[in-house]
């Protein structure tokens, strides 16, 4: 009899697409666990096979840059930092980091398909007592109104997040006048769409010539490098943390429109930070 666990954990990566480039992901994880009952009418414990499976993601390919290891283009190499990864099409990028920080799947694109059977075997065979297979499957989270894709790195996170090319697919919530200002939305998660944000104090060259921008820190797992097309980027005078993305758009939009703002930005499923900015508020800072 199979049992099933909806939304048991979310995925947070990037990814390389041959069209899109780098593009941040966010999906719900579902699993349906398959074995015999046990004396007491119970497959398994809840309890005990969601934490297994979660950390078996949470430690494996979550908040990792997936790249499609048969793609065209795609050159993968050791290096002094652990492995480079470098891309052609649709466009030129490098980066380099420790190993954990990259999940190689043996295909030519990523889809949730080919992913989700990588995790379901990276899962290994020995499982919980009872439990005799495992199917995962991996779904984006239905949003209505305007979102956006991004990647990112947090270089003082003391977890997974320090990588520094992981992602979101996140929504985007700009009210003014009291109202949702759907149009506002779409123009701003446009403008985000398939970017990476840069902190403006990890950018270790911006050349003009080359059109690109690197950026580069040491964080507790290593060393990270990345080098990308300029108009990719999107430049913060912060670090890219979730409160100050919101803030840097409130005050954008606040700016631009001239019109007191209160904008929700998500990071990734379900969780975000929200802020609100008045032209008054903000007349002083210019
Ligand atoms: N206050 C903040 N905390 C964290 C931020 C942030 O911007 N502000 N950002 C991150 C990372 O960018 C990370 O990608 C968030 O992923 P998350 O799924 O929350 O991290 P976990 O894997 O630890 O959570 P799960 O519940 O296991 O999915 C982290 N924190």
């Given amino acids: ?33 398959f074995g015999e009952l046990g ?7 809840f309890g005990e096979v969601k934490p297994w499976i979660k950390s ?17 283009g795609i050159d993968i190499s050791d290096c002094p930092e652990g492995m480079r990864i470098r891309t052609r099409t649709p466009y030129a990028m490098e980066v380099r980091g420790p190993r954990q920080a990259f999940t190689l799947l043996p295909c030519e ?3 949730t398909d080919n992913l989700a059977e990588h995790l379901s075997q990276s899962l290994g065979r020995r499982f919980p007592e009872q439990v005799e297979r495992i199917v995962l499957r991996l779904r984006e989270e239905i949003i209505d109104g305007a979102s956006y894709s991004y990647s990112h790195g947090l270089k003082h ?10 992602g979101h697919r996140s929504r985007l919530e700009i009210h003014q006048h009291g109202e949702r200002q759907p149009h506002l ?10 970017t990476y944000l840069v902190s403006a104090e990890d950018i270790l060259a911006d ?37 100050n993305i919101a803030i840097w758009l409130t005050h954008e939009i606040t700016r631009a ?8 930005a998500y990071e990734g499923i379900d969780k975000g930070a929200s802020h609100s900015a008045t032209p008054e508020e903000l007349a002083g800072d210019a």
């Avoid at 939305?185 to 398939?194: G, V």
């Avoid at 429109?257 to 929700?264: C, F």
Wanted: proline share 4%; glycine share 8%; charged share 20%.
């Fill in 109 to 111: 694109r990523i889809d």
């Fill in 157 to 166: 996170h003391g977890g997974n997040c320090q990588r520094i090319a992981h």
């Fill in 1 to 33: 009899m199979p049992l099933f666990v909806n939304q048991l954990t979310h995925l947070d990566v990037s990814l390389w697409c041959p069209e899109r480039g780098l593009v941040g992901a966010s999906w719900h994880l579902d699993a349906e666990l």
């Fill in 185 to 194: 939305e779409s123009h701003y998660a446009s403008w985000l769409d398939n």
């Fill in 39 to 45: 004396e007491h009418g119970m497959l398994f414990d």
């Fill in 257 to 264: 429109t001239g019109v007191a703002t209160q904008l929700y």
């Fill in 56 to 72: 078996r993601i949470d430690g494996g390919a979550d908040h990792t840059l997936l790249i499609p290891a048969k793609a065209p």
């Fill in 207 to 243: 050349q003009a010539r080359q059109q690109t921008l690197t950026t580069s820190y040491r964080s507790a797992q290593g060393q990270f490098v990345l080098t990308l097309p300029r108009e990719r980027c999107r430049v913060l005078a912060t670090a890219t943390t979730v409160e």
